[in-house]
Antibody
Framework: EVQLVESGGNLVQPGGSLRLSCAAS????????MHWVRQVPGKGLVWVSR????????AYADSVKGRFTMSRDNAKNTLYLQMNSLRVEDTATYYC??????????WGQGTLVTVSS | SYELTQPPSVSVSPGQTARITCSGD??????TYWYQQKTGQAPVLVIY???ERPSGIPERFSGSSSGTTVTLTISGVQAEDEADYFC???????????FGTGTKVTVL
């Protein structure tokens, strides 16, 4: 079974840092692009970033560019999102999702990041 | 900026047809994808590349495209289809991805 499990969400103060992880299983992780998408509770989906299968190419939403860094360890089947200079508006549930070239499928269950003093 | 506009809500009686639109200038040249998100759950892909249906998605879900508007159609709506639906596309110039504003489907 293809599965993605996020972890690392927590309460952090504005200006702080956090690293999210996404553990993949049930498929050849290193063959797929991956994405992070976030969602404020009760609001819409917002794309955050993506990384290619080898980890050499990344892209970011303007709202996080320069503050967030996406990476992956294909040997560990794990995706990461390093979040620095966190702002209150970064508060959201963060989902990782696989990109087989035909939409984002599947998604993990999400991990909640709360930025508050 | 890249914008994908959806109606905030659609209400439909069981057995009827629900149509959800997604509009944006870039959709004329890019594929669109649709996701269903039920309360408290992660999104699920229901349509890819405008009109293709992933395995396991019921046949009552279909997609179509015309110019800068794409449409998700749910034929013979069932109570279990009550959810939020989001369209998604990408910007070829920036390699960025974008989601629509979302539509809440209510089954009366």
């Amino acid at each position: 079974e293809v599965q993605l499990v996020e972890s690392g969400g927590n309460l952090v103060q504005p200006g702080g840092s956090l690293r999210l992880s996404c553990a993949a299983s049930g498929f050849t992780f290193g063959n797929y692009w991956m994405h992070w998408v976030r969602q404020v509770p009760g609001k819409g989906l917002v794309w955050v970033s993506r990384i290619d299968s080898g980890g050499s190419s990344t892209a970011y939403a303007d709202s996080v560019k320069g503050r967030f860094t996406m990476s992956r360890d294909n040997a560990k089947n794990t995706l990461y999102l390093q979040m620095n200079s966190l702002r209150v508006e970064d508060t959201a549930t963060y989902y990782c999702a696989r990109d087989p070239g035909a939409g984002l499928d599947p998604w993990g269950q999400g991990t909640l990041v709360t930025v508050s003093s | 900026s890249y914008e994908l506009t959806q109606p905030p809500s659609v209400s439909v009686s069981p057995g009827q047809t629900a149509r959800i639109t997604c509009s944006g200038d870039a959709l004329a040249n890019q594929y669109t994808y649709w996701y269903q998100q039920k309360t408290g759950q992660a999104p699920v892909l229901v349509i890819y590349k405008n009109s293709e249906r992933p395995s396991g998605i019921p046949e009552r879900f279909s997609g179509s495209s015309s110019g800068t508007t794409v449409t998700l159609t749910i034929s013979g709506v069932q109570a279990e289809d009550e959810a939020d639906y989001f369209c998604q596309s990408s910007d070829s110039s920036s390699s960025n991805y974008f989601f629509g504003t979302g539509t809440k489907v209510t089954v009366l």
